[in-house]
């Protein structure tokens, strides 16, 4: 089976705070995507990367950056968080152009 | 407008019916569309894919329409447990994600 972790399940942070989120495959899937999904907006991609040391913006990228030093790894970075993401952070993988996206089980990120 | 387009419902039905989902989407080029399904604050779950006409899966029921650019999803004989949000999903270099219909199956 296909997995995908994300090592932090639910954080609470200060405002200001530099954030990591975590996220490995075991897989060997090219592609890896960072999405955050919030109630009544459904799931926007934030970054992807479809190779080590690349990385393409999704549709909402400002405030996070991201890093992918090695094939199963993909970090989502909030330099400076602030309350606005507070939200429900989803890590994905897929091999290939139209393939099956496999999600781990999300991260609860509350900023106060 | 936007890419994929969902009615969020939600959809009360009562065990044992009949219920079907549709989902529009914008890119034509489109060759691949998925159903998943996401229970209350977990991760979204492959249910199908879609990469022709359709496909069929035990009570489920996918089907592709590109003339009028939408997908539907059927489901048999519904379940107490088949209620979840079920999202739309248009494949491609990025996916690009419907915000779900919302399922309630009552006894």
């Known amino acids: 089976d296909v997995k995908v972790t994300q090592s932090s399940r639910y954080l609470v942070k200060r405002t200001g705070e530099k954030v990591f989120l975590e996220c490995v495959q075991d897989?060997?899937?090219?592609?890896m995507f960072w999405y955050r999904q919030d109630p009544g907006l459904g799931l926007r991609l934030i970054y992807f990367s479809y190779d080590v040391k690349m990385k393409e913006k999704g549709d909402i990228p400002e405030g996070y950056s991201v890093s992918r030093e090695k094939k199963e790894r993909f970090s989502l970075i909030l330099e400076s968080a602030s309350t606005n993401q507070t939200s429900m952070y989803l890590c994905?993988?897929?091999?290939?152009?139209?393939?099956?996206?496999?999600f781990g089980e999300g991260s609860w990120l509350t900023v106060v | 407008r936007k890419e994929v387009e969902q009615d969020p419902g939600p959809f009360n039905v009562p065990e044992g019916a009949t219920v079907a989902f549709n989902c529009t989407y914008s890119n034509s080029a489109s060759q691949s569309f998925f159903w998943y399904r996401q229970d209350c604050r977990k991760e979204p779950k492959l249910l199908m894919s879609v990469y022709s006409s359709g496909n069929e899966d035990g009570r489920f029921t996918a089907q592709l329409n590109r003339a009028s650019q939408y997908i539907s999803l059927l489901i048999r004989d519904s379940k107490l447990s088949d209620s979840a949000t079920y999202l739309c999903?248009?494949?491609?270099?990025?996916?690009?994600f419907g915000a779900g219909t919302i399922l309630r199956v009552k006894s």
């Open positions: 999903v248009q494949g491609g270099n990025k996916l690009v």
């Open positions: 994905a993988s897929s091999s290939g152009t139209g393939n099956t996206i496999y």
């Open positions: 897989m060997d899937h090219e592609n």
